[in-house]
């Protein structure tokens, strides 16, 4: 990334940490830290992805102290870089964290429309009806782990986007080899036929 014209914006969209497979050193620390100056100092904006959000509930527990996300095999593999920087449940790693909770989960900016993965009227309605920032609270994390009320299902479809599931006994396996019986669809494609 090369140094902004003056009065310059970037947008960032999410998914800052995590970088995956297809990157030699993930350097979780240095993008973040790269991307908080940008954010904090107005050289940039920035909404949260499903990584960000993965990340708050990975390293929180409820109050029986079960990780709000499952620690299993899966998503500690999605998440190994972050964990291998900054430890799983450690201060440093709930206060990188904790950064997420302030980036809202879309911005509509004057004609620029910025969300992770799908911009929803409604999804944004109900999210703003609690939260009309666009930003998640500690104590909306629970919530939102559940999946199961209106608010989380609309954080989970700006940040994951919608998916349908597949015709049964019909499942592909990804690029990281998890079986899926559903898949994400092309919500901005009105044209599709299939």
Not at 56 to 82: C, E, I, M, W, Y
Not at 173 to 192: L, N, T
């Amino acid at each position: 990334m090369g140094l902004a014209a003056p009065n310059a914006r970037i947008a960032f969209l999410g998914d800052f940490i995590d970088a995956g497979r297809n990157v030699l050193r993930p350097d979780d620390a240095a993008v973040l830290d790269r991307v908080m100056i940008l954010v904090e100092t107005g050289a940039a904006v920035g909404v949260m992805g499903n990584h960000e959000l993965n990340a708050l509930l990975f390293h929180r527990l409820d109050p029986n102290g079960v990780p709000l996300r499952s620690r299993d095999a899966k998503n500690a593999t999605q998440h190994r870089s972050f964990c291998a920087r900054f430890g799983i449940g450690t201060p440093e790693a709930l206060d990188r964290t904790a950064w997420f909770l302030t980036l809202p989960l879309w911005l509509d900016l004057d004609g620029l429309r910025l969300v992770h993965a799908c911009w929803d009227p409604d999804a944004i309605a109900t999210i703003a009806a609690r939260r009309p920032d666009g930003r998640l609270h500690e104590d909306d994390l629970e919530e939102v782990a559940r999946k199961e009320t209106a608010f989380a299902k609309a954080v989970d479809l700006l940040v994951s986007g919608p998916e349908i599931p597949l015709p049964a006994g019909i499942g592909f396996h990804d690029a990281a080899g998890h079986y899926r019986s559903q898949v994400r669809i092309a919500w901005w494609r009105s044209d599709a036929r299939t």
